[in-house]
């Protein structure tokens, strides 16, 4: 078993900034790429949307609406991912899932998600 675990969440003014961590744990044997994806509560059509991911070699890549404001980074000693947020905005808000493709003593290349952080950003 995998666990992702999301901290960092919270209610923030428009302008300002947040720091996302995440943390896998588990029979974990290496992990590919690791990454942000995001939903805006309160409408369940809305599919979950990639924020950012970053490969095992530090390869990354970003969404149009967050390039410039937003930065992903990994300590794969500590098998966790960051999110740096700056300059946010309201339409920023949303849950803010994490996610990690993982090869165990059993599965190669196993989709695991976090259960996710509220990122509030309202004046």
């Known amino acids: 078993q995998v666990q992702l675990v999301e901290s960092g969440g919270g209610l923030v003014q428009p302008g300002g900034s947040l720091r996302l961590s995440c943390a896998a744990s588990g029979s974990i044997f290496s992990i590919n790429s690791m990454g942000w994806y995001r939903q805006a509560p309160g409408k369940p059509g809305k599919e979950r949307e990639l924020?950012?991911?970053?490969?095992?070699?530090?390869?990354?890549n970003y969404a149009d609406s967050v390039k410039g404001r937003f930065t992903i980074s990994r300590d794969n000693a500590k098998n966790t991912v960051y999110l740096q947020m700056n300059s946010l905005k309201p339409e920023d808000t949303a849950v803010y899932y994490c996610n990690a493709n993982v090869n165990t003593d059993t599965h190669i290349g196993m989709e695991c998600w976090g259960k996710g952080t509220l990122v509030t950003v309202s004046s």
């Open positions: 924020v950012a991911v970053i490969t095992s070699g530090g390869s990354t």
